[in-house]
């Protein structure tokens, strides 16, 4: 085999313009299916960066009616038949393999009331009640101030977190910290000022979308979830978020995290709502198969080139095989087998297709970034995509290269060394 | 014995004509044997060579290498036999070009599965043995004619087969170079390798210590059991010789003394 592939780079090296003229058919074809690959992968992998952040891979899991995200406004719209979430229904989807942590919070979008401070008041906004790890969970961070503590639960702390909107909005000259505001006619003092540290355009393609944005677009208000009932008088449903383990089990997890709080849910009624994962995964999937089959027959088109370049091999090797008739037959009488001549010539092929592949490759690379630099498609390198290119043009040299290397092992000796 | 051909036939079949090559040849050759076969060409002999080199097979007749019988063996095991058992020399050298002399030398044992570093001594080695230890690393562009056929040999006899089979192994040599061949096929032979070699040139044909003629696809044993018909046919074909050589000599005064008239010979 070794022998085999030297004398393969000596029969190459000694045709030095005819190998690489063989070898530029495998290379455009391998070139044009990298830079396609690449800007594939590069728009997908924007695409989920955009969409479902990186790194921080949570699932809203929230109560659902009708596939829509159930959106309590005031008393009416509380439903009846779902329950807060018990302790150990937390703790079954804390215990999932594909989740790493669990918050619960509560969620009003406030229009009947507004939050006060002095002469400045906020209305239209979602109101958040949230456990101790829910910050940590979504990844919020505090720009200024303190977190909520253990103590404000246990003390029922009228304590309160704002954004930037809305501190913006209600302390437009003074600092936040330790002023008291008012809400639902309940004092709150304002421990601190929060921030989303991946500052992540808003992806509006839905009217549902927009909604969620314009709810947000007034400020992001936050209490411990132990002050809910005082406020609004009544134990409410709860939404989760999970934080699964890794981004490819965020869509399991959010299943398996619906399913658990849905067994809780005894009530039958058809208007009784359910809890649903949202599943951005799966929309972030579904778009880039979008991408992926427009894409689709750019490489069809490009495997085009690449049968073209096989044949073109096939071609070359035709001419080798009956060029060194003599050599074949010499070889022959003095003992080499057909298998052997097979092996030769065989790997003559596959060594010079992946020679190709492996600058198809690497010219594939060089044109990709050359697309990024000049379009600013956002491009990248697939390494397993590289090294399937190299692996497929080593096949094809085998492919295209069977039919002259048998040709050259069925020869006849005698006929062959006459033939000088 | 180590070469038992028996009532070997064969015919070329072009078309619709089948040309007969070999009418019932039979040789028998001991091991240690240094035997010539001449012939002119179109008798037969490279055939006959072909099928002792087991390349090619006969269409009737039995042939055993070894006590064994040859004809009923696949490919491979006819390769391997060519392998182990064989060594060839031709007229033309049959180098590889772009090899190195040891590399040539060495490949019979690629085939053999030799290890790279066996390998490398076995073929310095013999060149050594044939005198070209100073040109391992030469290619045969670089190489006289008998340099090259030099290398030739040691690359047959790198296996150190049994049997060395030479079609014309001078025929592209000059008389120098071809005594040296012949010393070397001397010497060969005074180890113990039965040596067959096929040649027109009764020079290098009183070299072997036995010859064998072909003519026609017919074998004879020359100093030995020549039958009736073929002494006949033998000798009308050295009058006919003789006559010829005559001829030539006299068109060849006449053109000496200058006169050019064209005349019937007598």
Known sequence: MLENIRLAFRGIASHKMRSFLTMLGIIIGIASIMSIVSTIKGTNDALRDKLVGSGNNTVKVSLSSGGQELSIYDASSVPQNVQPIADETRQKIADLKTVKQVTLYNKRFVTDSSVFYGDNSVSQFNMYGVDDVYFDTVGYRLKTGRAFLESDYT??????????????????????????????????????????????EPDIQTVEDYYNNQDNSNGLFFIPKADWPIVFNYDEPE??????????????????????????ITSTSDDTPKYQAEDLLGIVKSQQKLTAAANMQLIWIAGISLLVGAIGVMNIMLVSVTERTAEIGLKKAIGARQSAILGQFLTEAAVLTTMGGLIGVGV???????????????????????AGAVLISMLIGVISGLLPAQKAARMDPINALRRE | MILKLEHINKAYHTGKLDVPVLHDVSLHVEKGEYVAIMGPSGSGKSTLMNIIGCLDRPDSGTYELNGEDVLGKDDNALAKIRLMNLGFVFQNFQLLARETALENVALPLVYAKVPKKERRERAREALEKVGLGDRVAFTPGQLSGGQKQRVAIARAMVNRPGILLADEPTGALDSHSSLQIMELFQQLNEEGVTVIM??????????????????????SERNGQVNAAQQAERKAEAEAEEALARMRQRSAERLRHGSLTKEEPS
């Open chain 1, 155 to 200: 003390l029922f702390r009228k304590v309160m977190i704002l954004d930037q909107v809305a501190s913006q909005k209600l302390f437009p000259d003074t600092d936040p910290l330790g002023k008291t505001v008012e809400f639902m006619g309940q004092p709150f003092t304002v421990i601190g000022v929060m921030y989303e540290p991946d500052d992540y």
């Open chain 1, 239 to 264: 939404n989760v978020i999970v934080k699964a383990t890794s981004t490819d089990d965020m869509t399991t997890a959010g299943g398996a995290a619906a399913k658990i709080l849905n067994q809780t």
């Open chain 1, 364 to 386: 594939g690379v060089l044109l990709s970034y050359l697309i990024n630099r000049f379009s600013g498609i956002p491009v990248a390198i697939s390494i397993p995509w590289s």
């Open chain 2, 198 to 219: 096929i040649t027109h040139s009764p020079d290098i044909a009183a070299y072997a210590r036995r010859v064998c003629d072909i003519f026609d696809g017919v074998i």
